[in-house]
């Protein structure tokens, strides 16, 4: 339900530029444009919203670092929207699993598994990762 609920979010962002602006106070601030929210990258927006104010209600549920809506704010910045986009997809539904951790190196201090976004790119090279 929370991965659902976290493309979802990504894909009406996308779509309308101004649900990127959901932290204002009125309907009237969402047509006006401001520093808090500029309208130069309604993604990043998006993310920074569910960051602040939705993730910290619903508690920690990624068992990886990066947390996976920072994993998507790094690989769309890095990569691009759809790369980002598609890698964090393939994140979500095939390596949240309990099984897929053990491919993973385990982060103690955090109690998470690191997963680096370069190792989620798949044009990289097999020297790339060592």
Same mark, same amino acid.
């Given at each position: 339900?929370?991965?659902s609920f976290f493309l979802l979010t990504i894909l009406i962002t996308t779509i309308s530029p101004a649900l990127s602006?959901? #932290?204002t106070q009125s309907a009237f601030d @969402? @047509?006006?444009v401001s520093e808090k929210f500029p309208v130069k990258n309604p993604v990043q927006? +998006? +993310? %920074?919203?569910?960051q *602040?104010?939705? =993730?910290? *209600?619903d508690g920690p549920r990624c068992m990886l670092t990066p947390t996976? =809506?920072?994993f998507y704010k790094e690989a769309h910045s890095q990569y691009g929207f759809i790369? #980002? %986009? @598609?890698m964090t997809i393939d994140r979500l539904f095939y390596r949240e699993g309990q099984s897929s951790l053990k491919y993973y190196r385990y982060n103690s201090p955090k109690g998470t598994y690191k997963d680096p976004i370069y190792h989620n790119y798949i044009f990289n090279r097999m020297d790339y990762y060592k």
């Open positions: 339900m929370r991965n602006h959901a #932290g @969402l @047509l006006v927006n +998006i +993310i %920074t919203f569910y *602040k104010h939705i =993730s910290p *209600k996976c =809506s920072q790369w #980002g %986009t @598609l």
